[in-house]
């Protein structure tokens, strides 16, 4: 069983930055596809990027803004978000599956966090 503990959301200006952790149990970790994606309120969950070793896939929307990252040896994914856009805030989640191939749809993932609030305003 793998659990996803996600953490760094906040309150941020348009323009302004935040990096979101996920924090993962389970040693299998190093071997699956992370993703993270994003709900906001009358929406539905959407893409925003995934990673397995060093591939990376972004949304259209976040590509040259958001950055996503892990460190295997802190069980740990991280996704960097830099100019922020008040239609950026979200619950962001964090997610994994087993398997190889790095996917974009919630239904391919088998793990989920508990969300972190991502609010963009002045």
């Known amino acids: 069983q793998v659990q996803l503990v996600e953490s760094g959301g906040g309150l941020v200006q348009p323009g302004g930055s935040l990096r979101l952790s996920c924090a993962a149990s389970?040693?299998?970790?190093?071997?699956?596809?992370m993703g993270w994606f994003r709900q906001a309120p009358g929406k539905e969950r959407e893409f925003v990027a995934a990673?397995?070793?060093?591939?990376?896939i972004y949304a259209n929307s976040v590509k040259d803004r958001f950055t996503i990252s892990r460190d295997n040896a802190k069980n740990t994914v991280y996704l960097q978000m830099n100019s922020l856009k008040p239609e950026d805030a979200a619950v962001y989640y964090c997610?994994?599956?087993?398997?190889?191939?790095?996917?974009?749809?919630?239904?391919?993932?088998?793990?989920w966090g508990q969300g972190t609030q991502v609010t963009v305003s002045s």
């Open positions: 997610s994994s599956r087993r398997g190889n191939r790095i996917a974009t749809t919630p239904n391919d993932y088998d793990y």
């Open positions: 389970g040693s299998i970790f190093s071997t699956y596809p």
């Open positions: 990673i397995r070793g060093s591939t990376t």
